[in-house]
Nanobody, 114 residues
Framework: QVQLVESGGGLVQAGGSLRLSCAASGIIFGLHALGWYRQAPGKQRELVALITSGDSTNYADAVKGRFTISRDNAKNTVYLQMNSLKPEDTAVYYC????????WGKGTQVTVSS
């Protein structure tokens, strides 16, 4: 059974930092592209950051220079380091794994207060 379990969300003041983690099980982790998406209330889910199986990364313009995605294949875990957080970063953050099939975690809430 495939599971993606996010952790690390919470409440932080603007300018602060959080690190999200997503632990995967039931997949060949190293073959999957991994992504972090977010969905704010009333908005569509959007891609935040992506890291391929070859460690290439891609970021949404809104987070470039502030967020860093990384992966540890030995721990089957993908991370999202979020610095200089803004109130507009408030959303539920979801982990995604994609290769032949696509999987989603249940999400973790990030709230940035002004």
């Amino acid at each position: 059974q495939v599971q993606l379990v996010e952790s690390g969300g919470g409440l932080v003041q603007a300018g602060g930092s959080l690190r999200l983690s997503c632990a995967a099980s039931g997949i060949i982790f190293g073959l999957h592209a991994l992504g972090w998406y977010r969905q704010a209330p009333g908005k569509q889910r959007e891609l935040v950051a992506l890291i391929t199986s070859g460690d290439s990364t891609n970021y949404a313009d809104a987070v470039k220079g502030r967020f860093t995605i990384s992966r540890d294949n030995a721990k089957n875990t993908v991370y999202l380091q979020m610095n200089s957080l803004k109130p507009e970063d408030t959303a539920v953050y979801y982990c995604n794994a994609k290769w032949i099939m696509e999987y989603w975690g249940k999400g973790t809430q990030v709230t940035v207060s002004s």
